[in-house]
């Protein structure tokens, strides 16, 4: 928190100032109030116009605020965000699969808007609350010193009452967040295959399948509100119990003689004011109760799984070794013995019955997991850099990655570059189908879903033909296509990765007749 502090202290230091002025005009309004009347109970011009100047200087005030308030927060809310990102592209590829991306982002996008509203909010509420509660406690002081005391002692009532709840509220909310974000994370797995969903004559199969990720999501909700609300209850019954005695209280002392009537409009005034700053308190507490959570969350869950980068940087892939090449896939460990050496020109098919690890072993080598027994131009694979790694090694999957962003963003995948070479794809063997029926600036559908499974991956691997990358990997990305959109593909790579490292993963023997070399991979 010291930290974003000081990286904005521009903004808080303004916040401060702005917030300070508007505070000082908030409570001088009783004051300038019970001034209004001379003692011929005619209205003191002076005093009245003093007070519509205190008003609309309160609210031009408030509104700049809110304009450089929103004006930091457009800032400070897109810096921060794609810092946690950051963090999140260098998360272990298991620890992002154990707690799923879609969790991983609900969660970050709650941890930005819960320290926004921290620093938007409580910043401003902290400030603000404190200056009004003195000079409210000050001026009922000048009333009365007994309805001082009343409205003193709520002051440590509400701030120990309160202490107490968000720490129970604390541990609650830690199991809500895991809840909600883990509930949704399923409903969002099962609605994201549609035609699964849309070919069901019968909703309550959808319904049996979602109702428990449901139930579990406001389960979590009702139980902290449920606690948070009956407890926060309590404490709001003795303000009011306690706001109400003071003005029976004030009422008997106006009727006894011993206070005036000016001193009934100063308290009207006052009173609400005091109640509102203090349970703007509870406000900050609940804030920052949700930013302790959030904190925690960024360190468990993100910053605690971060890979660990190494120094040793590479320029090129000449060779790649696999020996006995151990690693471990949820504390099973797998092993494969290869030993064998493959250079530029090799197309390798990697062959194996399913289950055996093919897959495992290709993300292996691009160090999604740790392992032993691979090496780069013989140095250890676990000694090179991670990213320096991956920048020479281009690898799709079966599971293509098609975004709803336009043709030229899904093969750009967002690398700058304005020195690509278009009208070469254009003309190339892979995408002139595409391009017949779609121009580059077309958008297309999430999962590409207006292409065909060719296409697919037709356009992830058009990026081979506007980037260089040193070792390629196919991971059954033949696998239900037609057979003219596998030759094309194939006979593409073959055509522009001549001098490269090809790893095709298939279960098509036909595919082996365009690789010049084998890895068999056995079931451990």
């Not at 521009?10 to 916040?15: E, G, L, P, S």
């Not at 896939?329 to 062959?351: E, R």
Request: charged share 20%; proline share 1%.
């Amino acid at each position: 928190m010291k930290d974003i502090l000081l990286k904005n202290k521009k903004f808080v230091i303004i916040t401060f100032i702005l917030t300070l002025f508007t505070s000082i005009l908030t409570v001088s309004v009783p004051i300038v109030l019970s001034n209004i009347f001379n003692n011929d109970y005619k209205i003191n011009t002076y005093n009245f116009t003093l007070l519509i100047v205190f008003m609309f200087a309160t609210y031009a005030i408030q509104i700049l605020m809110v304009i450089i308030r929103e004006n930091f927060a457009l800032k400070f809310n897109v810096d921060y965000s794609k810092e946690l990102y950051s963090k999140l592209f260098n998360m272990k590829y298991d620890s992002i699969l154990n707690q799923g991306s879609s969790y991983l982002i609900d969660c970050i996008a709650q941890v930005v808007n819960n320290l926004y509203l921290f620093l938007i909010n409580s910043l401003v509420g902290i400030i603000s609350n404190i200056i009004i509660l003195i000079v409210s406690l000050t001026l009922i002081g000048f009333i009365n010193i007994y309805l001082f005391l009343m409205l003193l002692s709520l002051v440590p009532i509400n701030y120990l009452g309160y202490k107490f709840i968000n720490k129970k509220l604390h541990e609650k909310s830690k199991i809500m967040q895991k809840e909600t974000s883990s509930g949704y994370k399923d409903l969002i797995a099962v609605f994201k295959n549609i035609d699964m969903v849309k070919q069901e004559s019968d909703y309550k199969r959808i319904e049996n399948l979602i109702s428990p990720s449901i139930y579990r999501i406001y389960d979590s909700m009702a139980n902290v509100n449920k606690f948070g609300q009956s407890r926060s209850l309590i404490i709001k019954l003795i303000n009011s119990f306690v706001q109400n005695l003071m003005f029976l209280v004030l009422a008997y002392l106006i009727f006894t003689g011993k206070t005036q009537i000016g001193d009934l409009v100063v308290a009207s005034v006052v009173v609400p004011i005091f109640f509102t700053a203090l349970q703007g308190f509870t406000n900050v507490n609940l804030e920052y109760r949700d930013l302790i959570v959030s904190k925690e969350f960024v360190n468990e869950c993100i910053i605690n799984e971060q890979e660990e980068q190494k120094d040793f940087n590479i320029k090129s892939i000449k060779s790649i070794y696999f020996g006995k090449v151990e690693f471990d896939i949820a504390n099973k460990k797998i092993s494969h013995k290869i030993n064998t050496t493959f250079s530029p020109g090799d197309i390798i098919y990697v062959d194996g019955p399913s289950g055996s690890g093919k897959s495992s072993l290709m993300k292996a080598l691009l160090k999604f997991r740790d392992s032993t027994g691979i090496c780069i131009n013989d140095y250890n694979l676990e000694d090179i850099n991670t990213l320096s790694l991956r920048s020479h090694m281009f690898y799709l999957s079966q599971e293509n990655a098609i975004l709803p962003f336009t043709l030229k963003d899904n093969i750009r995948y967002g690398y700058e570059n304005d020195n690509y070479n278009w009208n070469n794809l254009k003309d190339s063997e892979l995408m002139k189908s595409i391009l017949n029926n779609h121009d580059l600036d077309d958008k297309l559908l999430d999962q590409g879903n207006n292409l065909s499974g060719g296409e697919k991956q037709r356009v992830m691997l058009a990026r081979l033909l506007i980037e260089d990358y040193d070792v390629v990997i196919l991971d059954e990305v033949t696998s239900n296509i037609d057979k003219k959109s596998q030759n094309i593909i194939l006979n593409t790579v073959l055509n522009n990765m001549k001098n490269k490292i090809v790893f095709i993963i298939s279960h098509d023997l036909s595919v082996k007749e365009f690789c010049n070399k084998e890895i068999k991979i056995n079931h451990n």
